[in-house]
C-alpha cells in the first residue's frame, strides 16, 4: 500500500467502507491505469489526476450516505450516467463487489478504456454500455429496471433529473453528485421535471464542507412511473428544462392515447 491508498483506506472506513486488502489492491491498479491512459487519452483534467484519490475515489464511495442501510449488504442494480473514466461507477463496483454496476458512457475512447479496466480490475459484476440516457431510457429492459442511478456529470439538476429518473424503478433512487454554488436554485428549477417524472421531494446531502468546493449528494426517490414520453430526445434535456406546461401536454397526449386504445378494444370485431 502507498501513502494515498493508506489514507484512502482509513477516510473510507471513517465513511463507513471499510475495505480488504484486495479492494485496496484493486484501487491501487485502477489508479495506475487511470494515469497511464490519462497520459494518452486525457481522460482525466491536470486537477483531477492530482486529486484522484482524496476526492475523486473517495466522493464516489460518499454514495453510501444518501442510501438506506440495508442497501449496502444486498445485491443493487446500479447504472452510472455519464461515467466518463469510470468515476463513480468502478469504485463503487470495487467498494460493494455484490452490486451490478453498469457504465454508461457515449464516448469511444472512454469505452475502450471502461472496457480494458473491468477487465484488468476482475470486476465480474461490471458492464460497460456505449451510448446516451436519453436513449438507454427507452430500451425495455433498461427502463425504470435500476435501484439505483448516479449521476456525477457537470450539468443543471434539472437535466440529470431528466436523465436519471426514467431509469430508476420504484422505490429506487436516483443521486446526483453537486456542488453547492447556485444549487438551491438548480433544484428549484428542477421541480416541474421532479413532480413529472415521478419523484418525491429530494434530499440534499454534503458531503464536503470545503468552502468554494463544498458538495453533496442530492436524492431523489422514485415514487411513480415516468411518462412514456421521457426523457426527450438526444440533447433536449441540457438545452431546456421540463415545465409545468410540458407536463400538462405530456398528460393529455398520454389520456388522448389510453381513450385510442380503449376505442380499438371496443370496436366490433368483423365476422368471417
Given at each position: 500500500m ?52 482524496s ?10 450516505r444518501?442510501?438506506?442501510a ?12 455519464g ?109 416541474p ?18 468552502g ?61
Open positions: 502507498n501513502e494515498n491508498s493508506v489514507d484512502f483506506a482509513v477516510a473510507a472506513a471513517e465513511l463507513g467502507v471499510p475495505l480488504q486488502s484486495d479492494q485496496i489492491a484493486a484501487f491501487e491498479a485502477y489508479a495506475a491505469l487511470l494515469l497511464e491512459w490519462n497520459e494518452r487519452f486525457n481522460l482525466l483534467g491536470p486537477a483531477a489526476a492530482a486529486a484522484l484519490w476526492r475523486h475515489f473517495l466522493d464516489a464511495l460518499t454514495v453510501v444518501g442510501l438506506p440495508q442497501v449496502d449488504d444486498n445485491p443493487t442494480r446500479v447504472l452510472d450516467v461515467t466518463g473514466a469510470g468515476i463513480p461507477g468502478i469504485p463503487m463496483q470495487i467498494a460493494f463487489p455484490q452490486w451490478e454496476v453498469t457504465l454508461l458512457e457515449v464516448t469511444n475512447k472512454k469505452v475502450h478504456f471502461l472496457e480494458l479496466a473491468t477487465r484488468e480490475l476482475g470486476l465480474r459484476h461490471a458492464q460497460v454500455a456505449q451510448g446516451r440516457a436519453e436513449d438507454l431510457a427507452h430500451v425495455d429492459m433498461h427502463r425504470e429496471a435500476y435501484d439505483l442511478c448516479v449521476a456525477r456529470a457537470v450539468a443543471h439538476t434539472s437535466a440529470l433529473v431528466e436523465l436519471t429518473l426514467p431509469i430508476v424503478a420504484r422505490g429506487g433512487y436516483a443521486i446526483l453528485y453537486k456542488g453547492m454554488t447556485a444549487l438551491s436554485e438548480e433544484i428549484q428549477d428542477a421541480e421535471a421532479r413532480v413529472i417524472l415521478g419523484a418525491a421531494a429530494p434530499s440534499v446531502i454534503p458531503i464536503s464542507m470545503g468554494d468546493d463544498a458538495r453533496s449528494l442530492v436524492r431523489y426517490l422514485k415514487t411513480s412511473r415516468t411518462p412514456s414520453a421521457l426523457p426527450r430526445r438526444a440533447g433536449v434535456p441540457e438545452q431546456r428544462a421540463l415545465t409545468a406546461a410540458d407536463g400538462s401536454r405530456i398528460a393529455a397526449a398520454a389520456q388522448a392515447a389510453r381513450e385510442r386504445r380503449q376505442k380499438l378494444r371496443e370496436r366490433p370485431r368483423r365476422r368471417t
